[in-house]
C-alpha cells in the first residue's frame, strides 16, 4: 500500500513505486513536490487496473492533505485502460469536492483524445503560464477543476 507524502518545497520526493506481482517490475512511479502553487504531482508509468486501486489511495490522501490546487504531470504515463481514465475522472471529482482544483499539465496525445472524446474538451486549457510549472510543458495545459 502507498503511504502518504507531500514533497518538499522545491524538492521532488518519490512517494510510491508500484510493483506488477512477484516480478517486482516498476508499473508506475508517483512523485510530489509541494509549492505555493500547491503540489506537483509527477506520474510515470503505465497506470491501468493493475495499479489503479493503489494510485486511487495514494491521490486520495494527497487531496485530503493539504489545500491549493494539484498539477498533475502525466508527461511519462500512459493511460492504458478505463479503469486508469476512470481514476483521473474520479480524482477531479474529489479535488473539486475539497475546493482544490486539479490540472493536468502535461499528458500524452492518446491521453488528450480519451478526455475530448469524454466530452471533456471544456476542461482543456491552454495557459502557457501554467505549463511551464511542473517541466513538462510540452504537451498544453488541461485544467479540470
Known sequence: MPTLCNGSQGEWQRC???LLGESGAVVVDIWVESSPDGQRVRVAGILDVRCAPDARLLMHQLIDSAAGPI????????????????????L?????????????IAADERTRRLLRRARLAGLLSA?????????ASRDGVFATA
Do not use: K
Not at 127 to 135: E, I, N, S, V
Open 16 to 18: 510510491s513505486t508500484l
Open 92 to 104: 477531479r471529482l474529489r479535488a473539486g469536492r475539497a475546493q482544490r482544483p486539479l490540472l493536468i
Open 71 to 90: 498539477l498533475l504531470d502525466l508527461a511519462e504515463c500512459q493511460v492504458r485502460d478505463t479503469t486508469a481514465f476512470g481514476l483521473l475522472v474520479e
Open 127 to 135: 495557459d502557457p503560464a501554467l505549463a511551464g510549472t511542473a517541466g
